[in-house]
C-alpha cells in the first residue's frame, strides 16, 4: 500500500515517439504527447502498446531494469538492478493495478475491526455502569444505614474512609490487587470528574424561589461575608502553607499522572438537544404522562441543564471568564424552567418546585443530580490514595495549612455575621462555605434551623468567586510556590478554584485536588464534635 501512494502521487511524464507502437524508455523528463487515456494516474492505466519496461521507467524516469525488481516480488525500489537484463513484456510481468490494490480480504478485515470497535463500546459502557452502580449503591446503602442508627456523622464520609483504608491494606499487603481495584472503578470516578461542577447546579437553578426568604439587606450581608471571607481564607491557607514549607524544606517531587476526562463531542449534543425537544413536547401536551409533574418535567429540566454546562464548557477562555460554564448550566435550566411555566400556564414558581422537590417519592431532575453528592465524596477516596505518596511527602505543609484555614473559615464566618448583624440562622447555614457542597450539606445538618438551599447557594457563589479572582489574588500576595497556591486555592474556594487555578498552572494541581477532599474532611470532623457545635452557635447568636 505504501507503494500504491507513492506511485499515484509521482507525476508522470513520457514521449511518445511518432514511429514507434509504445514511448522511448528515458530517464530524462521530457513533455508527454501520449493521448488523455494513457494519462490516468491515479488509476495506473497503462496504454495497451505500451511495454511494462517503457512504461516503467515512465513512472520514475528510471531505467526499466530498476522496476523488474517488482515483477521478481521484490519491494526495494531503489535496490541494485542486474545489469544487461531484458525487461519483458506486459504480458509476462503480474497486473500492477492488481498488485497495487488492497486484497479482498480487506473487507472482511475492516468489518472485523468495526464489530471490534463496537464490542470494545459496550463492554466499555457496561464497565461504566457496573463500577458507577457499585458506588451509587454503596452510598445508598450506607446512607440509610445511618439513619436507621440515629447516626449524624456523613455516612459519605465514612464511605470514603472505608474505601481509602482497603486501598492502603490491599496497597500494603499486595499492591497488584490495589491497583486491580483502582483500574476498576477509573471509569466511575472520570465519570464523577467529567460531571462534577453539575452535581452543584440545582442549588442555583432554584437560587429565585430562595432569595425570596431572605430579606434584601441580609443578601447583601452575606454578600459582604462570602467575598471577604473567601479572600481571608485564600490568604490564612496560602501563608500557612508557604511558613510550614520554609521549615521543612522538602523538595518538590512530580505528582502521579491525572486521567483526564473526554470533551464532549457534538454527537452528544445534539443527543441531549433532542431528548430536551422531545420531552418537552410530551410535557406540555401530557403534564403528567410519567405520573406526576415532577416526574414529567424531568427529562427536558435535566437536558436543559446538561445542554447549558456542555454549551458554557466549549465557550472561549475569555468569556468563561465572565460566564462561567456553572452559571450557563443554571441560567439554561431557568429558561427552560420560565418557557414551560409561561407555555403549560403553571408558572415558574410550580416548575421549580418540580425540578428540586426534596422529596425521594416523587423526584425531579435536580434531586436526581444532587442523588450524585454521596457518590462524589467516596469517589474522592481514590483521588486521594493516586496520591498518597506526594500527601506523605508534602503532609506538614498540607495538613497544617488545611486545618488551620478550616478552623479559621468556619469561626471567621460566624464572628463576621455576628458583627455585621446577620440572623443567626443565616450564618449557621453559610458557615461551610469554603467546602464543597456535597459535604457543606453534610455539615450543617449537625445544626438545628439551618437553610440547606442557602448553604448550597453560598458555597456555589465561592467557588464562583475564586474561578474569577484567585489568579490575581494569589499574585497579589506574593504566593508563588504552587504547594501554597494549590492548598490557598482548594481551601478557599474548592472544586471551580481548583478548576480554574489548575487549567493555567497545571503544578498546583496534585495540591489543589488533595486541599479540595480534605477541607471538607476537616471541616466534618471538627463540627461532629459538639463542643465546636456550640462554640459555633453561641459566637453567631
Known amino acids: 500500500m505504501a507503494a500504491a501512494a507513492m506511485i499515484g502521487v509521482t507525476t508522470l511524464r513520457c514521449r511518445h515517439h511518432r514511429l514507434s507502437p509504445c514511448p522511448r524508455a528515458t530517464s530524462t523528463v521530457r513533455s508527454c504527447t501520449l493521448p488523455p487515456r494513457c494519462r490516468q494516474f491515479g488509476s495506473l492505466t497503462l496504454h495497451p502498446s505500451c511495454s511494462a519496461a517503457s512504461s516503467a521507467s515512465a513512472l520514475h524516469g528510471r531505467p526499466a531494469a530498476e522496476l523488474s525488481r517488482v515483477a521478481a516480488g521484490k519491494t526495494g525500489f531503489m535496490g541494485p538492478a542486474s545489469n544487461g537484463a531484458a525487461a519483458p513484456h506486459l504480458s509476462q510481468l503480474p497486473d500492477l493495478r492488481r498488485r497495487l490494490i488492497a486484497p479482498k480480504s480487506t473487507g472482511n478485515a475492516d468489518a472485523t475491526t468495526g464489530s471490534s470497535g463496537l464490542l470494545s463500546t459496550i463492554v466499555g459502557v457496561a464497565h461504566l455502569l457496573v463500577s458507577l452502580g457499585i458506588i451509587v449503591a454503596a452510598d445508598k446503602f450506607l446512607k440509610q444505614a445511618f439513619v436507621a442508627a ?43 470528574q467529567r460531571w462534577l461542577p453539575i452535581f452543584y447546579v440545582p442549588a442555583l437553578v432554584v437560587l429565585p424561589l430562595v432569595v425570596r426568604d431572605v430579606p434584601p439587606a441580609s443578601g447583601l450581608k452575606i454578600l459582604t461575608i462570602t467575598f471577604v471571607g473567601w479572600f481571608s481564607s485564600l490568604a490564612v491557607a496560602g501563608y500557612t502553607a508557604l511558613a510550614v ?6 523538595q518538590l ?25 422531545a420531552s418537552f413536547g410530551v410535557a406540555y401536551f401530557n403534564p403528567t404522562a410519567l405520573g406526576t409533574t415532577a416526574r414529567t418535567c424531568l427529562p427536558f429540566l435535566l437536558a436543559a441543564t446538561v445542554l447549558g454546562y456542555m454549551v458554557g464548557s466549549g465557550l472561549p477562555a475569555g468569556v468563561r471568564k465572565v460566564l462561567h460554564p456553572i452559571i450557563s448550566c443554571a441560567l439554561s435550566a431557568d429558561l427552560a424552567a420560565v418557557a414551560y411555566g409561561y407555555l403549560s400556564g403553571s408558572g415558574i414558581d410550580a416548575v421549580l418546585g418540580d425540578y428540586l422537590t426534596k422529596a425521594p417519592s416523587n423526584p425531579g431532575a435536580g434531586d436526581l443530580l444532587m442523588g450524585f453528592l454521596g457518590s462524589v465524596i467516596i469517589s474522592f477516596a481514590f483521588s486521594m490514595f493516586k496520591q498518597r505518596k506526594l500527601v506523605k511527602r508534602h503532609a506538614a505543609e498540607i495538613l497544617t495549612a488545611i ?23 443565616l450564618t449557621i447555614s453559610i458557615l461551610p462555605r469554603c467546602v464543597t457542597v456535597a459535604l457543606a450539606l453534610s ?18 457563589l465561592t467557588g464562583l468567586i475564586g474561578a474569577n479572582f484567585v489568579q490575581a489574588a494569589l499574585n497579589k500576595l506574593g504566593l508563588n510556590d504552587p504547594i501554597a497556591r494549590g492548598i490557598g486555592t482548594a481551601s ?50
Open 253 to 277: 517531587i512530580p505528582a502521579e499522572p491525572v486521567s483526564k476526562p473526554s470533551p464532549f463531542s457534538t454527537s452528544e449534543t445534539w443527543a441531549w438537544a433532542a431528548i430536551f425537544v
Open 403 to 425: 486545618a488551620l484555614a478550616s478552623t479559621f473559615s468556619l469561626y471567621s464566618t460566624a464572628i463576621m455575621g455576628r458583627l455585621i448583624g446577620l440572623e443567626p440562622s
Open 492 to 541: 478557599s474556594a474548592h472544586g471551580f478554584g481548583t478548576a480554574a487555578l489548575s487549567a493555567k498552572e497545571p503544578e498546583t494541581l496534585p495540591f489543589c485536588a488533595i486541599a479540595y477532599g480534605l477541607t471538607g474532611v476537616f471541616g466534618s470532623l471538627i463540627c461532629s464534635v459538639p463542643a465546636v457545635r456550640q462554640s459555633l452557635i453561641f459566637i453567631a447568636g
Open 245 to 250: 514549607r520554609k521549615l521543612v524544606k522538602t
Open 150 to 192: 440515629s447516626i449524624k456523622f456523613p455516612s459519605a464520609l465514612f464511605g470514603m474512609f472505608c474505601v481509602f483504608s482497603v486501598l492502603v491494606v490491599f496497597d500494603a499487603l499486595a499492591p497488584a490487587l490495589a491497583k486491580g481495584f483502582t483500574d476498576f472503578f477509573e471509569p466511575a470516578t472520570l465519570f464523577i
Open 443 to 460: 455539615i450543617v445538618t449537625f445544626f438545628e434551623g439551618a437553610n440547606s438551599s442557602v448553604t448550597a447557594a453560598v458555597v456555589v
